[in-house]
C-alpha cells in the first residue's frame, strides 16, 4: 500500500499525556492516543473502489492480506499514531459532558491530489472515551452505515464516507430495544473517510471547561486546513468561520429534506464542523411523508429530531457552537447576526429546493401556499415521497384531463381507496393549481421532467432494503448488500432491472425492528 501519510490533528493539536487505555477525563487535550484491538478472525465483506482510488489504493490493495488486517484494527502502519478525539456534546437538549470517540479510532490522514483525508475505525474496541460501553459495533449498524454513507454521497448529500466493512469473528452482546433482552451479534468494523470527524462537540468542552486556550488552537488548526481562505487568530476570521459553518449546516439538512433523510440523533456530538452528515445511527428514510415522523425510538416521546423539525435543530445546535466560539469574540451581537441569517436563508433556500422538486423554477408569489398546501395533501393519507416526487415529472402542463389528473402519482398512495371524498377534492384543487402554475414556466415538459430527475431520487435506501441486506448478511450472504450499494451509486437513473426497488414499503415492514422502529443500540 502506498499511501501519503500526513497526519496534522495529531501533529498539530495538544495530546493527552497518558498513553494508558482508561476511562477518563481528558483536559486541556484533543485527542488521546490508542491503539484498535486485535481480533479473534477478521475478514473484509466489501470496500469501496472508487474512494479507495481517492486514497491512493489500487484494487490489488484492497484484495491484500494488509488492507483486511488494516481496516479491521489488527495492524497499526510504522509511522502511524492512532487516537481518539476528545468532545462533549448536547444530547436531546441537555449538556452531556465529555463523550468523546467512544468507539472510534483514528488511523491516519493521507493527502492526494491536494486532498486531506482521515481514516477512522469505528467499532475497533475502548478507548479512554468509551464511559460505560464496549468500543465495539455490530454488523448490523456497520451495513446501515457502510450503505448509507455512500448513498447519500452520490445522491449529492455533503457526508463522511466509507472505505471498507469487515467483520471481526468476535461477539458482541447488544439489547436492541433495550427491554432486557441482549443477544449475541456479529462484530464488525466500518472505516470512515472524511477530510475531518471534528464536530460542534469538540469545540463546546473546552468552553464548557473554560480552556480558552485549547479552544482557540483547535479552532485555529480548524480554519487553517478546512477554511484556509480565513484568517485564524482574529475575530473576524472566527466569525467569518462560524457564518461558513451555519451556511454549510443549512445547505447539508436541506439536502436531507430533499431526498427524505431524518438523521434520527442530531445532538450537537454528532454535527460535523463541516456540515456532513456523521455517525448513522438510527437514521431512516421517509417512506409516508410525515413531518413529525422519527426513525429512532428514543425519540418517539418528543420526536426531537422529526423531519419536519430538523432545520430548527441545526439552528439550536449552532447556538450551542456559538456558546462553544463565544471566549474568541466576547461579543453576542455578531452571533446573533448570523443565526439570524440562518432563519432567512432557510426559508429561501428551502422554498427553493422544494420548488425545484415540483418543477418550479420561474417566480411567482403564490409559490409557497402551493408547496404548503402540497405539503399537507401529503399527509392526508400515507403517501410515499420518493415515487411521488419521481412520478410527478409525468404531469404535462396540458392535457390534463379531470379523470387523470392522479394517475400518474398514483403509485405513491399506500392505501388508494382512501383517497377519495375530502381528500380526493384537496388533490383535486392543487393539480389543477399545480398545471395552472406550470403555464408559467418558460421550459417544456421534457425539459422540466430532466431536471426534476436531478432532485428527485429514483431510488434511496429503503429501510426495509437495509433490512434485508442485513438479515442476508447475518447468514453470510453479501450479494443483496453488493447489489444495493451498485444500485445506490445512480440514484437519479432509471436502472430497469432494479424497478423492484422502486416500490412501497411492503406490508410486512411496517412496524418491524430495523425497519420503522431503530434504537441508538448498534
Ligand atoms: P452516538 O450519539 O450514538 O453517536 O454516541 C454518543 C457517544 O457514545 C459517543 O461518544 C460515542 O462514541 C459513544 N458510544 C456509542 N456507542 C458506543 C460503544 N459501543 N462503545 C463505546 N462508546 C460508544
Ligand atoms: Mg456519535
Known amino acids: 500500500m502506498n499511501l501519503n501519510f500526513k497526519d496534522t490533528f495529531n501533529t498539530e493539536l495538544p495530546a493527552d499525556p497518558v498513553h494508558e487505555n482508561t476511562r477518563r477525563q481528558v483536559m486541556q487535550a484533543c485527542f488521546s492516543y490508542v491503539k484498535p484491538k486485535s481480533t479473534a478472525n477478521p475478514s473484509l465483506i466489501h470496500a469501496s473502489k472508487e474512494l479507495a482510488q481517492e486514497l491512493g489504493l489500487t484494487e490489488d490493495d484492497l484484495k491484500s492480506e494488509a488492507f483486511k488486517s488494516l481496516f479491521s484494527g489488527n495492524l497499526v502502519l510504522p509511522g502511524t499514531n492512532p487516537y481518539a478525539m476528545c468532545y462533549g456534546g448536547h444530547q436531546f437538549g441537555n449538556w452531556a459532558g465529555q463523550l468523546g470517540d467512544g468507539r472510534a479510532i483514528n488511523l491516519f490522514e493521507v493527502n492526494l491530489n491536494n486532498k486531506q ?8 474496541g475502548e478507548t479512554p472515551y468509551s464511559r460505560t460501553a464496549d468500543g465495539l459495533a455490530v454488523l448490523r449498524s456497520s451495513i446501515r452505515e457502510y450503505l448509507c454513507s455512500e448513498a447519500m454521497y452520490h445522491l449529492g448529500v455533503p457526508t463522511t464516507r466509507a ?20 443477544e449475541y451479534e456479529k462484530g464488525a468494523v466500518v472505516c470512515r473517510v472524511a477530510p475531518s470527524f471534528i464536530r460542534f462537540g469538540n469545540f463546546e468542552i473546552f468552553s464548557a471547561r473554560q ?44 439536502h436531507w429534506q430533499r431526498v427524505g433523510f431524518v438523521h434520527g440523533v442530531m445532538n450537537t456530538d454528532n454535527m460535523s464542523i463541516l456540515g456532513l452528515t456523521i455517525d448513522y445511527g438510527p437514521y431512516g428514510w421517509l417512506e409516508g411523508y410525515e413531518e413529525g415522523w422519527t426513525p429512532n425510538t428514543t425519540d418517539r416521546q418528543y420526536k426531537r429530531y ?19 466560539l463565544f471566549p ?14 440562518y432563519r432567512n436563508n432557510y426559508s429561501t433556500k428551502y422554498l427553493s429546493m422544494m420548488k425545484s422538486k415540483i418543477g ?23 403517501t410515499d415521497m420518493t415515487i411521488f416526487f419521481r412520478n410527478l415529472n409525468r404531469i404535462s402542463k396540458d392535457n390534463l384531463s379531470n379523470e387523470d389528473y392522479l394517475a400518474p402519482v ?19 384543487l392543487w393539480f389543477t393549481d399545480y398545471q395552472n402554475r406550470l403555464q408559467k414556466e418558460s421550459i417544456g415538459d421534457s425539459q422540466r421532467a430532466e431536471r426534476m430527475n436531478n432532485v428527485n431520487p429514483k431510488y434511496v435506501l429503503r429501510n426495509y432494503m ?23 451509486k445512480n440514484p437519479y437513473q432509471e436502472q430497469t432491472s432494479a424497478e423492484k426497488w422502486f416500490v412501497k414499503r411492503p406490508e410486512w415492514a411496517r412496524h418491524k425492528v430495523g425497519c420503522s422502529m431503530l434504537s441508538c443500540s448498534s
Open 360 to 382: 418550479l423554477f420561474n417566480t411567482d408569489k403564490n409559490d409557497a401556499a402551493l408547496l404548503n398546501r402540497l405539503e399537507e395533501n401529503l399527509q392526508l393519507t400515507e
Open 163 to 182: 472505505l471498507s466493512l469487515a467483520l471481526t469473528g468476535d461477539q458482541v452482546l447488544r439489547d436492541v430495544l433495550y427491554n432486557g433482552n441482549p
Open 328 to 341: 474568541l469574540i466576547e461579543e453576542a451581537k455578531p452571533f446573533e447576526d448570523i443565526l439570524l441569517e
Open 466 to 488: 437495509a433490512q434485508l441486506a442485513i438479515d442476508d448478511a447475518d447468514k453470510g450472504n453479501y450479494s443483496l448488500l453488493d447489489e444495493f450499494f451498485q444500485l445506490l
Open 117 to 124: 483525508w482521515a481514516l477512522q475505525l469505528k467499532g475497533a
Open 410 to 428: 398514483m403509485d405513491a398512495f399506500y392505501v388508494q381507496e382512501e383517497v377519495k371524498g375530502d381528500t380526493l377534492e384537496k388533490w383535486k
Open 306 to 324: 422529526r423531519y419536519g423539525n430538523q432545520i430548527n435543530i441545526g439552528l439550536w445546535n449552532l447556538y450551542q457552537l456559538a456558546n462553544a
Open 211 to 254: 480552556d480558552k486556550k485549547t479552544l482557540k488552537t483547535l479552532t485555529d488548526y480548524t480554519i487553517r486546513h478546512f477554511f484556509p481562505h480565513l484568517k485564524e487568530g482574529t475575530k473576524e476570521g472566527y466569525l467569518h468561520f462560524f457564518r461558513e459553518v451555519t451556511h454549510n449546516t443549512l445547505d447539508m439538512i436541506i
